[in-house]
T-cell receptor, first 113, second 115 residues
């Protein structure tokens, strides 16, 4: 069985603060893929990043960075110098064998001016 | 680019009514999915279709049926709506390509309320 846990249900920060969203996953498969999606207040789901289980390199894209650690089964997401437009619900998701994508419960990030 | 299009965007039903949610994608993707999103529970997979002509149950299929009409379209039907099916429904599609599993692309969602 696959499981994704996002322990932080809500985080509130002030603009320009750095914030890290945690994601812990469980799977017995050795080949799997991890994703982060953003859901802004308008409701659509926006794909942010994909990482496969064989690539533990961290990734940086502008103010966003991701830290993948197989040893702790974690795929954490950091926003540097947060902005009000970063306010959204962020979902971590896991795809292992088969066709199903398992989502975590989401973390609501509120960035206050 | 249209991507994944869902109709309707909003719907209110009475208990026992039937309803079909429509989804179409223009990205030539093989796989399509239906999810429901409830507060605090993330997205849960209802049904999916790995390719035209095939459908499979997901995590929460009870009370729903699906039809993969063709490669572009994947509909979700509630035969006898119940208040527990009040939710936001998302359709998604995914292609296959070089480099491993491709991400799913989502529609804007259908907000369904059942009274």
């Amino acid at each position: 069985a696959q499981k994704v846990t996002q322990a932080q249900t809500e985080i509130s920060v002030v603009e320009k603060e750095d914030v890290t969203l945690d994601c812990v996953y469980e799977t017995r498969d050795t080949t799997y893929y991890l994703f982060w999606y953003k859901q802004p207040p308008s409701g659509e789901l926006v794909f942010l990043i994909r990482r496969n289980s064989f690539d533990e390199q961290n990734e940086i894209s502008g103010r966003y960075s991701w830290n993948f650690q197989k040893s702790t089964s974690s795929f954490n997401f950091t926003i540097t110098a947060s902005q009000v437009v970063d306010s959204a619900v962020y979902f971590c998701a896991l795809k292992a064998a088969g066709n199903m994508l398992t989502f975590g419960g989401g973390t609501r990030l509120m960035v206050k001016p | 680019n249209a991507g994944v299009t869902q109709t309707p965007k909003f719907q209110v039903l009475k208990t026992g009514q039937s309803m079909t949610l429509q989804c179409a994608q223009d990205m030539n993707h093989n796989s399509m999915y239906w999810y429901r999103q409830d507060p605090g529970m993330g997205l849960r997979l209802i049904y999916y279709s790995a390719s035209e002509g095939t459908t499979d149950k997901g995590e929460v299929p009870n009370g729903y049926n699906v039809s993969r009409l063709n490669k572009r379209e994947f509909s979700l039907r509630l035969e006898s709506a119940a208040p527990s099916q009040t939710s936001v429904y998302f359709c998604a599609s995914r292609g296959t390509g070089i480099g491993g599993n491709q991400p799913q692309h989502f529609g804007d969602g259908t907000r369904l309320s059942i009274l």
